[in-house]
Every structure is written in structure tokens, then in C-alpha cells.
């Protein structure tokens, strides 16, 4: 069964520490997403990978094929990255056929 | 900055009764989609729609749902004979093409409450 699995399920951290969330899936994704859920319950799309690594700004999203696991990492954190972080895989079919993560809920202290 | 838009983003309506969700998807986008997250789960997919018609669907996505393009700008999902169990946040989203790169737009979602 294709399954995403999130580490850790809740994070806290100070403002400022470098931050990172993981995630491991099943063989066969076509392309991994990490997302970002506001406390209001929005989702935004912050990357989309199917090989190697990918920066925007203190967030950067590495994935490795072999061992089907990805990272997000977050660099100098501030309180107004508390957010949930999901990651979603596409095992085939149409981009937005996602199977999600149980996300990771992250709060930054300052 | 390009944004799906979706209403109402709260309703609450008794079970049994039929429910529309709506969403605007950004205006050259072609495919489209309905997530549902209940409240403290994961979000799961519900259903893809391209070229007037359903791609995939998952299966929770019965003969209870229903989607439609009515008038190329609105998109929407309909609940018939709602169910507590349908209490939950309903995402829209679009993406513009599939092709490698894309990023996919959600909406601030929909909460259904269904007393």
C-alpha cells in the first residue's frame, strides 16, 4: 500500500535554530510535495521535487530517490514559520493525486 | 499572486440534506481537484477533473459526491444526504498544466459541519 510517513508529528523549537522535518514513502512516487498548512487551515505549496534539492529563501527541500526519503529544512527559523508541514506524494495518475503525510506540527518560540 | 477561491468557507447544514461546495480556480488552469481533511486526520484526495470530466477518484469518493464545471469559471462539489461522518475541511485546488514543475493552488478550503 502507498503510505507517507512524517517525522517528527510535533516539533518545538527556538527562534532562530535550523529546523528539519522528514519524510520516507513507498517505491514508485513520481514526485514528492511539501506543503504548508497555516493555523487557519489554508495550504500553500512550497515545493515540488522529483529529484535532487530545491532552495526558496531559509526553506530547502532535498529528496533521495534510493533511499525514498526527503527532507525539509528550514534555516534560521522564526515564530512565523509555525505551521503544519505535510508531505505528499504522487504515485502516478494526475499531478494532484496526492497521498498526504499526517503533517508535522511545527511551533518556533522567539 | 494567482488564488482559488472557495465558498462558503463554513456551513453547517443537518444530515440528510444536500450540500454545494464551490470553488473559483485560477482562471487558465485546467485541472482541478477536491481534498477533504477531518478535523485532526490527514488530507485525503478525493477526486481529479479535466476537460469536463472526472480523471480519477478515490474511493471515498461514491455516488454520494458529485462534481461539475456548470459555467467554466465555478467548480463544485456536491454532497447528497449528508452524514456526520461528512463533517470536515473540503480543499479545492488547480494546477495549470501537468507538466514537470507546476505548482498546485489550493483554496483556504470549506468547513462542513453536519449536525
Known amino acids: 500500500k502507498n503510505e507517507v510517513e512524517q517525522s517528527p508529528q510535533n516539533l518545538t523549537a527556538q527562534e532562530g535554530e535550523f529546523i528539519t522535518i522528514n519524510c520516507s514513502y513507498s517505491?514508485?512516487?513520481?514526485?514528492l510535495h511539501w506543503l504548508q498548512q497555516h493555523p487557519g487551515g489554508g495550504i500553500v505549496s512550497l515545493f515540488m521535487l522529483s529529484s535532487g534539492k530545491k532552495k526558496h529563501g531559509r526553506l530547502i527541500a532535498t529528496i533521495n530517490i534510493q533511499e525514498k526519503h526527503s527532507s525539509l529544512h528550514i534555516t534560521a527559523s522564526h515564530p512565523r514559520d509555525s505551521a503544519v508541514y505535510i508531505c505528499?506524494?504522487?504515485?502516478?495518475?494526475?499531478?494532484?493525486?496526492?497521498?498526504f503525510g499526517k503533517g508535522t506540527k511545527l511551533s518556533v518560540k522567539p | 499572486e494567482p488564488e482559488v477561491t472557495q465558498t462558503p468557507s463554513h456551513q453547517v447544514t443537518q444530515m440528510g440534506q444536500e450540500v454545494i461546495l464551490r470553488c473559483v480556480p485560477i482562471?487558465?488552469?485546467?485541472?482541478f481537484y477536491w481534498y477533504r481533511q477531518i478535523l485532526g486526520q490527514k488530507v485525503e484526495f478525493l477526486v481529479s477533473?479535466?476537460?469536463?470530466?472526472?480523471?480519477?477518484k478515490s474511493e471515498i469518493f461514491d455516488d454520494q459526491f458529485s462534481v461539475e464545471r456548470p459555467d467554466g469559471s465555478n467548480f463544485t462539489l456536491k454532497i447528497r444526504s449528508t452524514k456526520l461522518e461528512d463533517s470536515a475541511m473540503y480543499f479545492c485546488?488547480?494546477?495549470?498544466?501537468?507538466?514537470?514543475?507546476?505548482?498546485?493552488?489550493f483554496g483556504e478550503g470549506s468547513w462542513l459541519t453536519v449536525v
Open positions: 517505491v514508485g512516487i513520481s514526485a
Open positions: 482562471s487558465n488552469h485546467l485541472y
Open positions: 477533473f479535466y476537460n469536463n470530466e472526472i480523471s480519477e
Open positions: 505528499a506524494a504522487n504515485y502516478g495518475g494526475s499531478q494532484g493525486n496526492l497521498i
Open positions: 485546488a488547480s494546477i495549470e498544466t501537468v507538466l514537470s514543475g507546476n505548482t498546485i493552488y
